[in-house]
């Protein structure tokens, strides 16, 4: 049980460059997030999905989309990379209970640097 | 409007002592707290939960207390270990569709523990 996998670990975009942070969950969640965390703050949430062709924006969706086509993947695509994108991206996935989130599951991370 | 915050940004305890983290919540309607552990270069550990109906959780070395009165959270770790050093982020969510499925983080507390 591999739990919540995010892939790469690390990247260094140039601005305006596209790419795809992956994320698979192998515990059949319903509930996947995606977070960005900046140095010495807190987790704030980009999108988040509670199944399989359902997505929905958090706090801080602009300059990135989702897709959610199967309940274990849920890729976070940035579309032309800025230097306010360079941030440390969490995948976090939940079974939720009656329609609520439980306890969260994060992934390692993917720290990304836009230069 | 709602937010999660913590009453102090670092706490240094000395090896063995017990530690005391708090967090203070605005929105009186939320009804789901959680503690994660965050280890530098990780993503964040879940350490314990509580629902509004509780006033108190105890987990191993760890034990949870929330006062809806003057809505405040406190993460209580007992005998701190040198391993316990991390950041420690409270969670809140609420009890309406929507933001039930999704968590409002702290910005976090930095626990050091002094051998």
């Known amino acids: 049980n591999a739990g919540v996998t995010q892939t790469p670990k690390f990247r260094i975009l140039k601005i305006g460059q596209s790419m795809t942070l992956q994320c698979t969950q192998d515990m059949n969640h319903n509930y996947m997030y995606w977070y960005r965390q900046d140095p010495g703050m807190g987790l704030k949430l980009i999108y988040y999905?509670?199944?399989?062709?359902?997505?929905d924006k958090g706090e801080v969706p602009n300059g990135y989309n989702v897709s959610r086509s199967t309940t274990e993947d849920f890729p976070l695509r940035l579309e032309l990379a800025a230097p306010s994108q360079t941030s440390v991206y969490f995948c976090a996935s939940s079974m939720g209970l009656r329609g609520r989130i439980t306890e969260a599951f994060f992934g390692q991370g993917t720290r990304l640097t836009v230069v | 409007g709602e937010s999660v915050g913590l009453h102090l940004p670092t706490l240094s305890v000395q090896e063995g002592d017990n530690s005391i983290i708090n967090c203070a919540y605005s929105n009186s309607a939320s009804d789901y707290f959680i503690w994660y552990k965050q280890e530098s270069g990780k993503g964040p550990q879940f350490i314990i939960d509580?629902?509004?109906n509780m006033d108190k959780r105890q987990g191993q070395r760890v034990t949870v207390l929330l006062n809806k009165t003057v809505k405040h959270l406190s993460l209580q770790i007992a005998a701190t270990q040198p391993g316990d050093s991390a950041v420690y982020f409270c969670?809140?969510?609420?009890?309406?569709?929507?933001?039930?499925?999704?968590?409002?983080w702290g910005l976090g507390t930095s626990l050091a523990v002094n051998p």
């Open positions: 999905s509670v199944g399989a062709g359902i997505t």
């Open positions: 969670a809140e969510t609420g009890p309406n569709a929507g933001n039930n499925r999704k968590l409002i």
């Open positions: 509580i629902r509004s």
